[in-house]
């Protein structure tokens, strides 16, 4: 029998239960298969965040009571493929492992707590050792954000038919208006149940609310409904309080707002984007991360990119080459980005920008 040499050949050799999910800009499922042709070196990765592929894996393996999390952060060479060397490296002490114990390949992390993600009744230390070391030590491993952690164990139990956590009726019951609820009284892991659960009905609750909801709801909000598609009366919404905002001086929520539509995938979101580039006077440093952090995929556009580029540039504030070299590891942008600075006028602030990169590297 052949070696196992990557991360999927070992879950589908061990006939684990596995489901994974992006965790770099948007939580979202990722098929198997995507990660089988990524280890193979025949695509890129389709979701990199900060030159790496974020990923959750959440399998169960042998005789493992729950679920177990593993948050792995692969790292991508500068065309988005796998850079193999720290995965070869986890996969051998993982072989190890297994040999050891199979039952103990990681700590199990119940799905639909009422937090997410938190061990309540750990393993005991001899049995889990050896396991703990090698995630701890592990180069890959990463910890996501509160938000992104609701967001996958909310995907996580709705996908596998699993109750949502205790939060989802104050929720549901504070969106909707039916009850006097004190929002403070809201949890974050209820919110993110609410919107992986959002139908029609309540999304036009919601875009109803949106104005009077306190700010501190908002962001969570925002927060939360950036990883999903949003339908349009929503995305509008969204936009008139996010544009209320931006009256008012307040940066942080305009641009939840902002990243709240970047996964709304309705022409009303890149709309506003296009609004957004086409004033000067909005393109702030803020806004451009917001729309590149989250609002990627409206940057495939012939007409936003070149405008995007150019904002980008003309802002002495930003990181003009950071900023390029993130959106360019995007499969899809990586093409449209190179034409669009070769294309650039000469002596326009691109073109500058471009000259900085170039000493920079030469020095």
Known sequence: MQPIQTLDEFFTRSGAEVSLYHMGRHVVACPRESLAAFERGEMAWPEPWQGQARLAIVFRLGDMPEPAI???????????????????????????????????????????????????????????????????????????????????????????????????????????????????????????????????SEAESLALRLESLPTAVIHSVCYCLEHQPLPAALVSALQRRGEAAAQTGDVETLCACIRAVGNANVPEAGEWYSGLLSDTAACGPDVLAAIAGRGWQYLEDGQRLPLFLQRLSEDERTDFAAVVRDIALQPRLRLPVMMALRDAPEGSSIQRRLAMMMQQRNV
């Open 70 to 200: 593993w948050f792995l952060a692969l790292p991508l060479d500068e065309q988005g493929l796998l850079v193999p060397a720290q995965r070869d490296a986890f996969l051998n002490r993982l072989l190890e492992t297994l040999g050891r114990n199979v039952s103990q390949l990681g700590r199990a992390e119940p799905l639909g707590r009422e937090e997410p993600l938190e061990h309540k009744e750990p393993l005991g230390r001899e049995e889990t050792a050896d396991v703990d070391h090698l995630m701890k030590d592990n180069p890959l491993a990463f910890t996501p954000n509160v938000t992104f952690q609701a967001m996958l164990n909310a995907r996580a139990t709705h996908s596998r038919g699993l109750p949502a956590s205790q939060h989802l009726e104050p929720v549901e019951a504070y969106f909707s208006g039916q009850q006097n609820i004190d929002w403070q009284a809201l949890g974050l892991q209820g919110i993110a149940d609410y919107v992986v659960r959002l139908e029609a």
